[in-house]
């Protein structure tokens, strides 16, 4: 599982077609996490919070770590998701 790993978020905004408003972007890099567990971990945070993102991208780093981006509709749903991972510095 990937509670051993480093954390770090970065935060943005863009403009989306077809959304109102801007959409909340946030990615994360854990160190240290496989993909299955990434997902896994992730996934039950959305699906606790009704959440159906934007859109949902992973994929490995090199030398070991996993990158991930969502984009979000609504801004409190970023931030919350954000805290989230933050607090567990998973």
Not at 6 to 33: H, N, P, T, Y
Not at 59 to 67: A, E, F, Q, S, V
Not at 75 to 86: G, I, L, M, N, T
Request: charged residues 25%; contains cysteine; hydrophobic residues 40%.
């Amino acid at each position: 599982m990937g509670t051993g790993g480093a954390f770090s978020a970065k935060q943005s905004f863009a403009s989306g077609e077809g959304v109102r408003g801007r959409m909340r972007q946030v990615e994360l890099r854990l160190r240290g996490w496989m993909i299955a567990d990434a997902v896994a971990e992730l996934r039950i945070w959305l699906d606790h919070n009704n959440c159906v993102p934007l859109s949902f991208d992973i994929h490995r780093l090199p030398p070991g770590g996993i990158y991930v981006r969502v984009e979000f509709s609504e801004e409190a749903v970023a931030e919350a998701f954000q805290r989230e991972f933050a607090r567990r510095r998973c």
